[in-house]
Each structure stands twice: as structure tokens, then as C-alpha cells.
């Protein structure tokens, strides 16, 4: 037992290490950074790049990736990024965070190679010596991760508090623009507390390396757990967090111990630990009726009323202009059929492997649709669609091979199991708020694909369900056809969801949950509604992709290439029914074209691009597509003239454009007060 | 404290014995250690305007929040046309008549003007739509004749025709308050919370829009409950008034009692109470 919990600490110090991070790069900067994860990895793989590969001792090789990479890497974020995106709305900082951890990954594999590593070393001096405590082995690494753990975050947190460098984080945290007028430069604190932050994170994976191995995989599993820790603290507390991380890390060893190191459910159970934790912790605040929605965590009112990217989601909010035409002057609906046209035309023109891709980057299409309905159109921070997509193409391959149903109405019934599913998930998460929203469906897709993906019935030792093609999907040509018209049928359906009652019910509760309420609408039930109506979709096109891969695989539907996902749309354009066509065909196109004519080596740079496309979100909110669009519009609109307002003499006596005093703009207020 | 006023009494002047649109009894509110609203009653007579006072601080919109909806109170009840809605969400006590605008413009970034009257009408009176459109594609229709007489009404009086088809992201200031107003009377509601519906505007644009609250009374069978910094525009525009400081009602009356009253102006100017108030008489 005391093997097993002294085990279990080892881990769970690296849990802390990770939560305590997190927490306190939230806590000083608003920003939950869900790269934290690939950014370890960069530091921990640029250690075992010289040290291992280039044969440098411990120590320098330490201080050159620990204390110089990671932290020039939190300022050269924080430069590059971070400082345009700091009172931003959730959305856009999450969906920052996550287009980093998609580029960061393809980046350093390109930069120290792509190597299988077996023992990556850690701190401790080779061969690690052993020591034991009661009779339980602990190893040097391990007693380096404790002491990291107090010294680094006892560290941070003391300084926080008690010294004066302390003082002024937390001074630009409440208002960088006060601080500033006392004198304190805000850009070099905010940058420090990047640097600190990074160092953490680079810290993490070098200790984190020899006990969960250096791939990105068990980088992100890590960071997962370590989210569980941070909900636990709620966000704030980075002594509870810390707490938690250790908790999970010995329940982890305990049960590790009891159940058989051989048995499927064992190795289904252990990684679904934290998971479970947080989803309970969730269950629990949503069952108290507890309303966890976060408040700005750092700006203050002033930061907001001089900041341009205050209020940057608004972009967002230009794109939602859905009816009339546009500022060229051509109708709205041009483009979108003109891109049905083309989508419908290419599979004539494409042969080969060409039709095949774009075959399936139709199917993507569809699952890109379900993002563009709950993030573009509801502002819904949903990590687990590509989980639905998964159900919807288990339930599909069940329901036409083991049952033997037609196609079209096995993938219709795996689309309404996820549609009830995601109603479910909406009722329990949503009214937590933005961040828990993300954190919870990220929880949902980590346990759905450990415990249900992993049955024995779907997985079949890897191999999935199968599913037979014919007929109508029998050729990539008629595939691509038929998912084409699929797409139609549900971005029809999307488009009248728009243009409805409820699709104005969505924009009101996305841009003011108060005014919603007042108006007589019920915030909760109509994101749920969305919400339902996306995991339909990201259902239906899963069993679209499942169709095509004439086989349900599980390893097809990891939660973490769901963020990936969401990048590419994001890149394109989160809004727009075709961004998230283009998205699809892109996202399947891009890298058969760099394995085609590009050498092997640059095989990482589409996911590199797709990331870096994301991270735009940050100065571009409305995506690549649209900002294109409206630059076009913008040409051909030059002949427009703004229409002049006329007075009513009947009417209220207030001016149209507003006196001295009621000349700020919503976009200005808007800033004033988020 | 002047003879004949109460603060204790939860009637206001004028509204004995009949039901009023709005009241709020005994209503406690507390941020942590913090009294926010202590036993706070009000009533909103039919077809009035009641004015809220207060010095900043004072609890008023925190009152407004616990009417509409939005808080939860400690204590107490709150009554919509004499039924306790204390219990029913926001959205539910709208569809039973209360409406309400915002101190700074809470608006509907992804839609135009005229949406934001359209979403409010037909909540109230075509709610069915919401799901109903959903199958009949209705919402690529034209507005039923009831919407788009009483949209474009609303938006003939209020000045805002040609801004219909804007988005409100680029309105100014005087506009979006506009834009609530349009909004909240576009549902018919039976009272309309106003909550400092003219600060930020210029002197002209807050004559104007005081101006048309006695108008809308009448015209729209509408009682309203008026918060504003400006004390001579509410207790000119107001048939009763309502005094808060620190959470507490420390005077409620006539505005000619309210102007006469000690307590507030000790409220209003401290301890100088020999100084001359600049409440105008």
C-alpha cells in the first residue's frame, strides 16, 4: 500500500507541478492556456535534444532549455500574442491557446526530429539512484519532482504575496493601465509573469519526461488531468489545486494496485482517473445549482476603455449580418452556391488519390459544421465534438453492420444519439460558464473515448466496426456526391435555424445573457437546443467519416485531434457555413499535397499552418475567409455612398449620430464594461 | 424625517387599494458580509411612474436586479400584478409583463435594430414562433401584419427607421438607449424598469427622452420605475418617489415630500444639511 501511494506521489507531484502552473498563469494573466501542455513538451524534447542527442552534461543542457528556452519562449508568446488577447472574451483566448498547442507539437518535431524515445532522462545524473522509504523504492527524479513542486510553487506563490515584484503582478493584473500611470512598466511584468509561466511549464515536462515517457500524448493527458485539479480549486486557489494533483496522483496508484496490470478495464480505468474526478466535481456544482461563471479576471475598466482588441469578439458579431446583401452590393447567397457549384463540379475533374481526399474533406465538412453551429453561431466552447463524431460513427457502423440497416437511416439514428447526448451535457455544464463549458466537454471526450471507445464491442482490438460502401457512397466520385448533399441538406437546415425565431433567441443569449433574460428568453434551454442540434450534426458526420474509412475506428476520434479540428475551421472562418466546407476539403487536401510534392521532413507543416491559423483568431477574429471577403467587398464597394438619416418630426428629438455626450460607439462601451 | 412620510410603508401615494403592476416586499439582499438591500418594499402603482433615488452605492440597481429576476434575494417577495413571481427566472417574469433597461446599454451585438424589437415582440406575443419556425421555415417569411406594425410604429416614434437594418455595434450612446427602450416596449409590457436611462446623454437628448415617459404612460398603458441620477428629471417626471441609502428606504412620498425631506438631503449632501439643496422646487 505504501509502495503504491508513494508511487501514486511521484505522479501526482507532476500533477501538481502542471495544476499549480496553470492555475497561476490564470490567475495573472485570464488566460487558461491549453498549450501549457505543448509547451513542456517543446522544452522537455529541446533538453533531450542536447543532452541526449548532443551529448551535453546535465547541468548546462538544464539551464539552456529550463531556464533560457522556456522562458524566452513565454516572452516571445506573450510579445507575439498573448498581450492582444488579454481581455479578450473566452472564446477567443481558449481557441488562441489551442491553435498554439496544435503548431507548437508539429514545430518542435520539425525542429529536434521525430524520434521514438524509449527512457528520456530526467534531472537526476545517470544511472538514477534508487532510495527507499519504508520499503518502497523511490527514485532521485521522483524526490527532484517533490522538491521542485515546494520549492517552484511554494516559490512563486510566496512571492506573489509577500515581496514587491509580487506586488506589481498583481497590480498590473487589477489594471494594467493604473499601474501604468504609477509608474510601473505593465509590458515587462506581464512579459515576466509569461517567462515565469513558461519556465514552469518547461520545468514540468523535463520532470515529467522519465515518468510518463516524451511524446506529445501522455503530454496532453497530463495537462487534462492537471485541468481536473483546477476546476477543483474553482479557478483560484492554487493551494487546492496543488492539493487536488496530488490526491489524483495517489488514488491513481492505489487503484493501480488493486486492479490487474493486464485487464482492458484496467488500462480503461487508470487514464480515466482525473476524468472522472473533474467530472464529478462538475456534477456536483451543477446539481447545487452553483453558478461558477467566471469574472474578468485581470483589466480593469479603464484597460478596457483604451484597449482596441477590448472588445474583439465584436468582430465576430460583424460576420453575423445574415441577411440583405452584402457591401458589394451582391446578394448574400452568391458565394455559398457558388461554392456548391464548384464543390459539385470537382468530382468529375479530380482522379486518383485526389478524389479520395476530397472525398473525405466533404465528410470533414459536415463534422466542421457542427463547430461552426456551437462555437460561430452560439460562442459555445465545445472540446468534445469530435467524441460525438465518434458516437455518431460507432452508432452508425453498429446499426448497418451488426443490424443491418440501410445507411442513411443508421447515420440519421447516430446523429439523434448524439443530438441526445449533447441535450444531456448542455442540461449538466452550460450553466457553469465559458471556461467550465470547455473544461467539461474536453472531461466528456477523454472519458467517452477511454471507457466507451475502448469497449471491447466497438474496438475489436483496434480495429473498429466496419462498414460496408455501395451504392451510392460505393465510389470516392459518389461518396463525394453524396456527402456533398448531406452537407446541403444540414447547412440548409443551419441557414434556417438562422433565420428563425430561435436563430435571433441564439444571437441574443451569445451577446447579452442579462438582456436575454429580461426579454423573456430562457438562456439555458436555447443553448442547450444549439447544442443538440451540433452534436446531430458532428453525428452525422462521423458516420459520413466512418462510411468512407469503410470502418468506425476509435483511434480516429481522440478527444486532442478535435482541437485540431476546431484550429483548422477557426483558421478558416468560425462563422460561415463555407468556411466550413473549405475547412474540410482543406484540412484533407493540405497534407496529401505536401506528401505528394513536398519532401518528408515538411510532412508537419499543414498542422503547423492549421495552428498558426487559429492563433490569427487573436488579431483576426472573423477567420481568413471572411476577412478576405470583406476586404473584396470593400474593392468592389466603392461606389456606395452611406445613406443619410432623416429626422422624424414626430418622433423623440434625440440626434441619429449622437451629441457630445453619447457619441461612444457600443464597440467602445462594450470594452468599457467586459 | 417629514411629516407624513413613511419609509416603513410599502404603499406609495395614489395606489391604495388597487393591485399594483410591480411591488417588491421585505426585500433583503447581502453580498457576502455586506447588506446590500435591507427590507426593502416598493410598489409600482398601474399606469405611473415611480422614481428610485439614491446616492451611488445606495442599492438601487441591486432593487432593479432583484425585481427583474436577475438576483436572488436574501428575504422577500416580489409581486408581478399581485402574483408572487419571487420564485420564476427572469425570462419567466418577462412574459408576464416586466421589461427592463440597462444603466449601461445591454445589447444584442449579432443583430440589427429592428431584430432587437423583433425578438421582443414576438416573445410576447408570437412565442410559438420560436420552435414554429424551426419546421415551417418561417423565418424566411414576412413578419406577421401585428409585428410589423407595431416594429415599424416603434421605430417611426423612436427615430430609428433608418438605423433598422444597422447593426447596434456601431450606434452611439443616445441610440442604444433607444434601441432598450424599443426593445422593451416592443413586448407591450405592463411595467418597464429604467435603469439611468439618461446618463450619457447630452442635455437636449435626456430633455427629449424624460419628456415621453408621461406620453408612454398613456399611449402604451405602461407604468415605469425610473432610476437616474438626474433628481430634478425624476422627481419632476415622477408621481411617487422612492429614497435608498445603504440598502435602506429612508424616504418614500410625493416629490414635493421628497424635496422637503431631511433624511435625504442629509443623504444627497452629508452632514451640511443647512446647506441649500439643489433639488429644484
Known amino acids: 500500500m505504501l509502495e503504491a501511494i508513494i508511487a501514486g506521489c511521484a505522479l501526482g507531484a507532476v500533477y501538481a507541478l502542471a495544476s499549480g502552473g496553470l492555475l497561476m498563469t490564470y490567475v495573472s494573466s485570464g488566460i487558461l492556456n491549453f498549450a501549457y501542455a505543448a509547451i513542456a513538451f517543446f522544452v522537455a524534447r529541446f533538453y533531450y535534444f542536447l543532452h541526449s542527442q548532443h551529448h551535453w552534461s546535465t547541468a548546462p543542457a538544464a539551464l539552456l532549455s529550463i531556464f533560457g528556452a522556456g522562458p524566452a519562449l513565454g516572452i516571445l508568446l506573450y510579445v507575439a500574442l498573448f498581450r492582444f488577447v488579454r481581455l479578450s472574451s473566452p472564446l477567443i483566448r481558449i481557441v488562441v491557446t489551442i491553435g498554439l498547442a496544435v503548431s507548437i507539437e508539429p514545430i518542435t518535431l520539425m525542429l529536434f526530429g521525430n524520434l521514438n524515445i524509449a527512457n528520456p532522462p530526467g534531472l537526476a545524473s545517470q544511472p538514477v539512484k534508487v532510495y527507499h522509504l519504508a520499503g518502497a523504492p523511490i527514485s532521485l527524479d521522483q524526490i527532484l519532482v517533490y522538491a521542485c513542486v515546494v520549492l517552484v510553487l511554494g516559490g512563486v506563490a510566496a512571492m506573489l504575496r509577500w515581496t514587491d515584484a509580487g506586488l506589481l503582478v498583481r497590480s498590473v493584473v487589477d489594471s494594467t493601465a493604473l499601474a501604468s500611470l504609477s509608474g510601473i512598466r505593465p509590458t515587462g511584468v506581464a512579459a515576466g509573469v509569461w517567462a515565469v509561466s513558461t519556465f514552469s511549464a518547461g520545468l514540468t515536462g523535463v520532470l515529467a519526461a522519465p515518468i510518463i515517457g516524451l511524446t506529445i500524448g501522455p503530454f496532453t493527458g497530463l495537462m487534462a488531468a492537471a485541468f481536473a485539479a483546477v476546476v477543483a480549486a474553482r479557478l483560484r486557489s492554487v493551494g487546492i489545486a496543488v492539493s487536488v494533483g496530488l490526491l489524483m496522483g495517489v488514488v491513481t496508484g492505489v487503484v493501480e494496485r488493486y486492479l490487474p496490470s493486464t485487464s482492458q478495464f484496467t488500462a480503461a480505468v487508470i487514464p480515466s482517473i482525473p476524468f472522472a474526478l473533474l467530472a464529478l466535481f462538475l456534477l456536483y456544482w451543477a446539481f447545487r445549482g452553483e453558478n461558477l461563471q467566471q469574472t474578468q479576471t485581470v483589466g480593469g475598466p479603464l484597460d478596457r476603455a483604451i484597449s482596441p482588441h477590448g472588445g474583439s469578439e465584436l468582430a465576430l458579431a460583424r460576420a453575423a449580418s445574415i441577411s440583405g446583401p452584402s457591401a458589394s452590393g451582391a446578394p448574400r447567397w452568391v458565394f455559398p452556391v457558388g461554392l456548391i457549384v464548384i464543390a459539385a463540379i470537382l468530382p468529375m475533374v479530380l482522379s486518383g488519390v485526389w478524389i479520395g481526399a476530397y472525398a473525405l474533406g466533404v465528410a470533414y465538412g459536415v463534422v466542421m459544421l457542427s463547430y461552426t453551429v456551437g462555437a460561430g453561431e452560439g460562442g459555445m466552447i465545445w472540446l468534445c465534438q469530435i467524441s460525438f463524431a465518434g458516437l455518431g460513427a460507432f452508432t452508425t457502423a453498429v446499426l448497418s453492420t451488426n443490424v443491418g440497416w440501410p445507411l442513411v437511416p443508421a447515420m440519421i439514428v447516430g446523429g439523434l444519439v448524439c443530438g441526445v447526448v449533447g441535450a444531456l451535457v448542455g442540461l449538466l455544464t452550460i450553466r457553469l460558464g465559458n471556461v467550465y463549458v470547455a473544461l467539461a466537454t474536453l472531461t466528456f471526450g477523454l472519458l467517452v473515448e477511454n471507457l466507451v471507445f475502448n469497449l471491447n464491442y466497438l474496438n475489436n482490438f483496434g480495429a473498429g466496426v466496419d462498414i460496408t460502401r455501395s451504392g451510392m457512397t460505393g465510389t470516392d466520385k459518389d461518396f463525394a456526391w453524396f456527402a456533398l448533399i448531406v452537407f446541403v441538406i444540414l447547412a440548409l437546415l443551419f441557414q434556417n435555424v438562422r433565420h428563425s425565431t430561435f436563430g435571433m433567441a441564439i444571437s441574443a443569449v451569445r451577446w447579452s445573457d442579462p438582456a436575454a433574460r429580461t426579454v423573456g428568453l430562457s438562456v439555458l434551454m436555447n443553448k442547450v437546443a444549439l447544442a443538440t442540434f451540433a452534436a446531430f450534426i458532428a453525428g452525422i458526420g462521423g458516420g459520413l467519416l466512418a462510411t468512407y474509412a469503410q470502418a468506425a475506428i476509435p483511434d480516429s476520434y481522440a478527444t486532442f485531434s478535435g482541437l485540431l479540428w476546431l484550429a483548422v475551421l477557426v483558421a478558416v472562418g468560425v462563422r460561415s457555413t463555407s468556411a466550413a466546407l473549405i475547412a474540410g476539403v482543406l484540412f484533407s487536401l493540405l497534407p496529401e499535397v505536401f506528401l505528394t510534392y513536398v519532401p518528408t521532413s515538411w510532412g508537419q507543416v499543414p498542422a503547423a499552418l492549421f495552428g498558426l491559423g487559429a492563433v490569427l483568431i487573436a488579431r483576426n477574429p472573423e477567420g481568413t475567409l471572411a476577412m478576405h471577403a470583406r476586404q473584396l467587398e470593400g474593392l468592389l464597394s466603392w461606389r456606395r455612398r452611406p445613406a443619410v438619416a432623416s429626422g422624424n418630426p414626430d418622433g423623440l428629438a434625440l440626434a441619429q449620430v449622437g451629441g457630445a455626450g453619447s457619441s461612444q460607439t457600443r464597440a467602445e462601451r462594450e470594452s468599457v464594461v467586459r | ?281
Open chain 2, 1 to 281: 424625517m417629514s411629516a407624513g412620510i413613511d419609509p416603513g410603508q410599502p404603499g406609495v401615494a395614489g395606489s391604495a387599494g388597487a393591485v399594483p403592476v410591480l411591488a417588491g416586499r421585505r426585500i433583503s439582499v447581502n453580498f457576502g458580509g455586506i447588506k446590500a438591500l435591507a427590507d426593502v418594499n416598493i410598489e409600482v402603482p398601474e399606469r405611473s411612474i415611480v422614481g428610485l433615488i439614491g446616492p451611488n452605492g445606495a442599492g438601487k440597481t441591486t432593487l432593479l436586479s432583484v425585481l427583474s429576476g436577475l438576483l436572488r434575494p436574501r428575504h422577500g417577495q416580489v409581486l408581478i400584478d399581485g402574483v408572487d413571481v419571487t420564485g420564476l427566472p427572469a425570462h419567466r417574469r418577462a412574459r408576464r409583463g416586466l421589461a427592463r433597461t440597462y444603466q449601461l446599454p445591454e445589447l444584442y451585438a449579432g443583430l440589427t435594430v429592428r431584430e432587437h424589437l423583433q425578438i421582443s415582440y414576438r416573445l410576447r406575443h408570437e412565442h410559438s414562433r420560436m420552435w414554429r419556425d424551426l419546421l415551417d421555415a418561417g423565418g424566411w417569411r414576412r413578419p406577421s401584419a401585428g409585428e410589423k406594425e407595431r416594429v415599424d410604429n416603434l421605430l417611426e416614434w423612436l427615430e430609428l427607421t433608418d438605423l433598422q437594418s444597422s447593426s447596434v455595434t456601431a450606434l452611439p450612446l443616445g441610440n442604444s438607449r433607444l434601441v432598450e427602450i424599443g426593445r422593451a416596449l416592443a413586448s407591450s409590457p405592463r411595467v418597464v424598469l429604467l435603469d439611468e436611462p439618461l446618463s450619457g446623454l447630452d442635455a437636449r437628448e435626456s430633455e427629449a427622452l424624460a419628456g415621453t415617459l408621461h406620453g408612454l404612460v398613456d399611449r402604451e398603458n405602461v407604468a415605469f420605475l425610473l432610476i437616474d441620477h438626474d433628481v430634478d428629471t425624476v422627481l419632476s417626471r415622477s408621481s411617487d418617489v422612492v429614497v435608498l441609502e445603504f440598502g435602506v428606504v429612508i424616504a418614500r412620498g410625493t416629490p414635493d415630500q421628497i424635496r422637503s425631506n431631511e433624511l435625504v438631503r442629509t443623504a444627497y449632501l452629508g452632514d451640511s444639511v443647512d446647506a441649500p439643496l439643489e433639488i429644484s422646487q
